[in-house]
């Protein structure tokens, strides 16, 4: 997913999306080698991500960036589209997707050996017109959680998909 | 001896800066752990036919990078990230390096718990051209003082 301005915006229409688009992934464990493999891709340095301050291994914040295969994992009803994003991402192979933004409530660090469930939740989709062309604004919302129901990240992410101008 | 130890709470302080300047291998581990399949973060003739002018760095790598720089900054001022919230303004291309900033816009007390106050914090990306590739706010919570 790409990036984009999406200041230009002309509301033509908006779509609330029902309730039974949602998805909640298998519990997922947080691996230390996990959190240490985040940290060396983002370059942070805090000795928590290595478990070395005495207080086990912290991830550092946007780790739940990683959960992003648990609620589609590769299996029998697992489709990629031919640019290589994965069809449940939206959109289809004629249109392309640019990352619009994104909100992220940190409530706790996950921590090596958590037990996490992923809640996604198509939360709007709304027909816009922008300078790159015209297609649908989808937002979701994501809940992360541990299996025992703490709340650590709420985040809400929202994509562009277009038609894209091949001329 | 009193030391008087000066807030670094108030509006207008900056909040540091980090740079980043991400690699192909950077962006290797990111989409690896991240599950990050689109083409155009590492397959530089399709980037360029969806009109990228590189290979593109990954918006969440790069919220990543402003999680890093508030967090940072919270933990040296005895706070805590609690939100963060950003958009994308211009492309992001490897090979580039990348200036993470921010400063604190407003204080204001947390609604939730009179003993805590937020501070709303611009945050910004700029990349060595001198776009403006993401910007944003970032939520710092951190005890009143008494």
């Known amino acids: 997913v790409s990036e984009e ?34 940290a060396s891709a983002i370059e942070a340095t805090d000795p928590q991500c290595f478990g070395e301050s005495g207080d086990g291994v912290v991830a550092p914040p946007g780790f739940h960036f990683t959960f992003g ?34 909100e992220i409530e940190f409530f706790e660090p996950f921590r090596a ?53 091949r001329a | 001896v009193t030391a008087t130890v000066k807030d670094p709470f108030v509006p207008g302080a900056s909040i540091g800066e980090i740079t980043r300047s991400p690699d192909a291998v950077h962006l290797f581990e990111f989409g690896a752990v991240g599950w990050f399949t689109h083409r155009i973060h590492y397959d530089l003739d399709y980037a360029r036919s969806e009109g990228h002018a590189g290979i593109v760095v990954h918006g969440p790598l790069q ?3 402003l999680s890093l720089l508030a ?6 001022s005895g706070g805590r990230l609690v939100r963060l919230a ?19 816009r407003d204080v204001v007390p947390d609604p939730d718990d009179p003993q805590f106050r937020l501070a709303l914090c611009e945050v910004w990306i700029d990349d060595d051209q001198g776009v403006r590739t993401t910007d944003g706010e970032a939520v710092i919570r951190v005890q009143t003082q008494s």
């Open chain 1, 5 to 38: 301005t999406m200041e230009d915006v002309v509301h033509d229409s908006v779509a609330s999306t029902p309730e039974a688009e949602a998805r909640v992934s298998q519990p997922v464990r947080v691996r230390a080698l996990d959190v240490a493999r985040f």
């Open chain 1, 69 to 102: 295969q648990a609620l589609f994992p590769p299996g029998s009803d697992y489709q990629r589209l031919p640019d290589g994003r994965p069809a449940h991402t939206g959109g289809d192979a004629s249109t392309q997707a640019l990352a619009a933004g994104t």
């Open chain 1, 113 to 165: 050996d958590d037990e996490v469930v992923i809640t996604e939740r198509l939360l709007s989709v709304t027909r816009k017109t922008t300078r790159v062309g015209e297609g649908e604004f989808k937002t979701w919302e994501r809940l992360y959680k541990r299996s025992t129901g703490e709340l650590l990240v709420r985040e809400l992410h929202s994509v562009f998909f277009h038609q894209p101008d």
């Open chain 2, 63 to 65: 919220g990543c990078y």
């Open chain 2, 71 to 76: 967090e940072g900054w919270a933990k040296e």
């Open chain 2, 86 to 104: 950003y958009r994308h303004k211009g492309r992001a291309v490897l090979g580039r390096t990348f200036t993470c900033g921010g400063r604190v």
